[in-house]
């Protein structure tokens, strides 16, 4: 069994979905253990454990942009959005979590952060956990 919701992005930003998550991962944990794993449907999109600042939300955007420079990319020719797809291959696109008696564990801290790097879209993310 496996929980989709989707997220509305803007055109380059990242986005707290740690309340989407944390609720998937009580109906579908159902007071057990395991791990949750989280991933994004789509080729332009990562995600990441980190705080959900929004300074540093901004900042992760600007700073994978200025890693990944704009060059002429092949893949531009079909729809200019090379340097989005080499962004998320670089970051990854799912992430696995503990969950302890049905409740997402994270550090004081830490949140799960979609990154959009080519929207605005309506992206999908789904949770499947995987019991003990």
């Not at 955007?61 to 200025?66: P, W």
């Not at 959009?116 to 003990?132: L, M, Y």
């Amino acid at each position: 069994m496996m929980e989709i919701f989707t997220v509305s992005t803007g055109r380059r930003e990242a986005k707290d979905i740690t309340p989407s998550i944390k609720e998937a991962v009580k109906k579908l944990a159902g007071g057990r253990s395991g791990v949750a794993f989280v991933f994004t449907f789509h080729t332009t999109t990562a995600l990441v454990v980190n705080e959900a600042e929004s300074g540093l939300m901004d900042d992760l955007i600007d700073a994978y942009f200025s890693i990944i420079p704009k060059l002429n990319y092949k893949h531009n020719r079909i729809d200019n959005n090379a340097e989005a797809h080499i962004m998320s291959s670089a970051v990854g696109n799912s992430v696995a979590l503990p969950v302890e008696e049905g409740e997402l564990k994270l550090g004081t801290w830490q949140s799960i952060l979609l990154l959009e790097f080519d929207g605005p879209r309506t992206r999908k993310v789904g949770v499947k956990f995987i019991a003990e």
